[in-house]
């Protein structure tokens, strides 16, 4: 018993100068911006167009959404989501 209580305060130490822990779903220094995304609106939906909408948008994590595809609702200030018509043409560009 007497070596545990000799060891508290080494163990809360330890956890006081860990780094802070990043918080899901934010990626720092990135923030989506779709004002401009309006123009992939049409365009096949492949790795080379989504990669000019992420540099468009600053945006640090791209989601694909093909029609019929369920994804989750959570919003993320860094992620762009594309969605796709039933001929994988972009159909509407947005962030979240």
């Avoid at 600053?58 to 959570?74: C, E, F, I, N, S």
């Amino acid at each position: 018993m007497r070596n545990a209580l000799l060891l508290a305060p080494a163990l809360l130490a330890a956890c006081a100068s860990s780094p802070a822990t990043p918080v899901h779903g934010v990626t720092p220094g990135r923030v989506c911006d779709a004002a401009g995304a309006g123009s992939f609106v049409g365009r096949p939906g492949t790795s080379e167009t989504g990669a000019a909408i992420l540099a468009a948008t600053h945006a640090a994590v791209l989601r694909w959404a093909p029609p019929g595809y369920m994804m989750t609702m959570d919003f993320r200030e860094d992620r762009v989501t594309v969605w796709l018509g039933p001929d994988y043409k972009i159909t509407k560009v947005s962030c979240g």
